[in-house]
Each structure stands twice: as C-alpha cells, then as structure tokens.
C-alpha cells in the first residue's frame, strides 16, 4: 500500500529564515506530487505541483519554491520566510491512471512564522 | 474556469441527527467530485468520490452524496452523525490537464457535532 510521509510536523521560524519541507510518498511510481497552503479559516490552496523529477510548476508567485530530486520527494523551500508564509502546508500525491487521479494528502506540516 | 462552492462555513447537528452538507460546483466541462475530510491538525482523507456511473455515492464512514448534474450540486449526507464525524469538510472538483489532474477545493464546511 502506499504511504506519504511530511516532516517536520510542527515548525517555528523567525522572519528572514529559510525553510525546507519534506514529503516522501512509498509504494508508488511516477506519481504526481502536489504542495498546498492552508491558511487559517480559508481552503486549499495549490502552491505547485510536479509530473516527473526535475519538473516543477508553480501556480501562485510567491516567496516559496519547490524541487523534486527525485521520484518520490518532493521539496518545499524559502530563503527569506515572511509572516505571511506562516500556515498548514499539505503534500499530496496522486496517479492519472488511477481514480481519475484522486489524491492523497500526507499529515501536514504547521509552519509559523515569527 | 472552474469553482466550488461550500454554501455554509460552519453547521451545528446534535449528535444522532441528519446533516446535510451543501456543494455547487461551475465547469464549462465534465468533471469529477470528491468529499474529503480534515480533523484537527491532519491531512484530508478521501470520503467518496463521483467519477462515473451511478448519481449517489456511498463513502466511508456511513457519508454518501449525491451528484446532480442538472443542479451541478454534490451535497454530502448522513443520516444519523457522532460526535466523532465533528470535523471540517472539503468538496473538490478535478480536472485533467494534458498531464495532471487539478483540484479545485471549496473553501470548507465546519461540521459541529454537539451531544
């Protein structure tokens, strides 16, 4: 079966830090991996998403980029966090040819921003 | 373009009654719907899913919703709730681009379970 790990799962970091974020997925191929932001009382929001190592596109510009080294991780990162970064961030993963691509969301991590 | 609508932010049920929880979508094109749920400080597990087929769903946890395409509304019932269903609810739509599936989220229903 497949599983979709995040870490850290709590994190505090003062203004102007750089951050990374981590999520793996297990028992899967080529999946297609997804971050999301969370901020509080609003829905998801898709921050990027990526089909293949090395491919990554964003949907919102912002002050948060991501990579994917390799098939099953994909990365989360800042050099400058600002107070406005601070919210629940989801990956998730999912594959076309399976329910139509339905996704799977990992724990989350809480981020805030100081 | 594609948006989903969560009519209500929050419902209150006491514990054993009905809910209902209200989701219109807009699409120029066919599309597939999901329910999932969040409990607190988790990630969102999948509920039900339409794709095909059969117009009412049934899910985990006792949910089912029902797709109506002429009302483009996929509302999430249950018949009897617990206090353990008191958790905030997502409707998405998705869909596929040349190689991806893109998810469209609602902006989330809070259910309150109260005994």
């Known amino acids: 079966s497949q599983t979709i790990h995040q870490w850290p799962a709590t994190l505090v970091q003062p203004v102007g830090s750089p951050l990374s974020l981590e999520c793996t997925v297990e028992?899967?191929?080529?999946?297609?991996l997804y971050w999301y932001r969370q901020a509080a009382g609003r829905g998801l929001q898709l921050l990027f998403y990526?089909?293949?190592?090395?491919?990554i596109s964003s949907e919102v510009p912002q002050n948060l980029s991501a990579s994917r080294p390799q098939d099953r991780q994909f990365i989360l990162s800042s050099k400058k966090l600002l107070l406005s970064d601070s919210g629940f961030y989801l990956c998730a993963w999912g594959l076309n040819h399976m329910d139509r691509g339905v996704q799977y969301f990992g724990p989350g991590t809480r981020l805030t921003v100081l | 373009a594609q948006s989903v609508t969560q009519l209500d932010s929050q419902v209150p049920v006491f514990e054993e009654a009905p809910v209902e929880l209200r989701c219109n979508y807009s699409s120029s094109v066919s599309v597939y719907l999901f329910w999932y749920v969040q409990y607190p400080n988790q990630g969102l597990q999948l509920l039900l899913k339409?794709?095909?087929?059969?117009?009412l769903v049934k899910g985990i946890n006792g949910f089912e919703a029902e797709f109506n395409k002429s009302q483009t509304s996929f509302h999430l019932r249950k018949p009897s709730v617990h206090i353990s269903d008191t958790a905030e609810y997502f409707c998405a739509v998705s869909l596929f681009l040349y190689n991806f599936n893109k998810f469209y989220f609602g902006s989330g229903t809070k259910l309150n379970v109260k005994p």
């Open positions: 990526s089909v293949g190592i090395g491919q």
């Open positions: 339409y794709l095909s087929g059969s117009t």
């Open positions: 028992g899967t191929s080529n999946p297609n």
